[in-house]
């Protein structure tokens, strides 16, 4: 039977082998300065070998002009390189980055989407 991938977990390790920033899937209790948040956000299986899934990317940093390149770092990588990532076949943009500060600690944050095309596992 065929499975899909975890693609959370393509995108956490194809991201940390490129920015320069922690990547992570919650945020952590003791934040570093700067770091990306990731996870999968849904989106659809076209069937059996095809799955969609939308994943969002969150660049946090001190600086706003710094989490705004970190975005772009992440962004250019996922639209750019995703042949790198097994199974991974094409990503498209959902949403471009966008302010969106942490509302609680006002923190610097850019956040955006893109879709992946990934088959399944045999």
Do not use: C
Not at 47 to 66: F, G, K, M, Q
Not at 82 to 92: D, E, F, G, I, K
Request: charged share 25%.
């Amino acid at each position: 039977m065929m499975r899909f991938p975890d693609t959370t977990s393509l995108v956490l390790g194809f991201l940390a082998a490129r920015v320069n920033a922690e990547v992570v899937t919650e945020v952590p209790a003791d934040r570093p300065d700067r770091f990306l948040l990731i996870w999968r956000n849904g989106g659809p299986s076209a069937n059996r070998i095809v799955d969609h899934p939308l994943i969002t990317v969150e660049a946090w940093s001190l600086d706003s002009t710094d989490a705004a390149d970190l975005a772009e770092s992440a962004r250019t990588a996922l639209l750019h390189e995703t042949a790198a990532m097994p199974l991974v076949r094409r990503s498209t943009e959902i949403t471009g980055p966008y302010w969106i500060p942490d509302p609680e600690s006002k923190t610097p944050r850019y956040r955006f989407s893109v879709q992946l095309t990934v088959r399944a596992q045999r």
